[in-house]
T-cell receptor, first 112, second 116 residues
């Protein structure tokens, strides 16, 4: 079945630091990959997506590249801000069913 | 343009009761999916409705049921509530007409259900 694995534990870093959140996946067929962000008390917002191998999704300074050879979709941002503090979820859908499988999420805390 | 709206925002129930949660999809969307998000976890897929029928179902018991109406809005019903049903219930909508699959899903802010 489909599954997504995110690195363990919260991520705490200083403003303007470089952020990386690792995501690897297992899927049948050719999945579409997504990063969602969840701010406190809110639902999930789509941050970026990639639908085929070597695609790079980008939005608001965040980037992630669909790596089929390593089954990964790591999220990166070059210079984080306090407003980037949130929980980040990696997700996939495959088989044309629009059913998302999520990782456990990573809490990101950016300190001024 | 209204996004996905869910009601109520919060709900408190006791064990054994029944609950109904409601969702209105984003304008132009025809597919509604429901997810359960336990505290500190990622959302888990419950089921998906398209053309007023349940099209897919995750690993949830029959106590969880749903409905989709002709205007694409949807309800999630949970019977015989257990303490473990306490969670944030998220509704997501997407457009699946004309065979367009794997489209990004738009989420509502969720209903926080607490079981006492």
């Amino acid at each position: 079945g489909n599954s997504v694995t995110q690195m363990e534990g919260p991520v705490t870093l200083s403003e303007e630091a470089f952020l990386t959140i690792n995501c690897t996946y297992t899927a049948t067929g050719y999945p579409s990959l997504f990063w969602y962000v969840q701010y406190p008390g809110e639902g999930l917002q789509l941050l970026l997506k990639a639908t085929k191998a070597d695609d790079k999704g980008s939005n608001k300074g965040f980037e992630a590249t669909y790596r089929k050879e390593t089954t990964s979709f790591h999220l990166e941002k070059g210079s984080v801000q306090v407003s980037d503090s949130a929980v980040y979820f990696c997700a996939l859908s495959s088989g044309g069913n629009n059913r998302l499988a999520f990782g456990k999420g990573n809490q990101v805390v950016v300190i001024p | 343009d209204a996004g996905v709206t869910q009601s109520p925002t919060h709900l408190i129930k006791t064990r054994g009761q029944q609950v109904t949660l409601r969702c209105s999809p984003k304008s132009g969307h025809d597919t509604v999916s429901w997810y359960q998000q336990a505290l500190g976890q990622g959302p888990q897929f419950i089921f998906q409705y398209y053309e007023e029928e349940e099209r897919q179902r995750g690993n949830f018991p029959d106590r969880f049921s749903g409905h989709q109406f002709p205007n694409y809005s949807s309800e999630l019903n949970v019977n015989a509530l257990l303490l473990g049903d306490s969670a944030l219930y998220l509704c997501a909508s997407s457009f699946q007409g004309q065979g367009i699959f794997n489209q990004p899903q738009h989420f509502g802010d969720g209903t926080r259900l607490s079981i006492l």
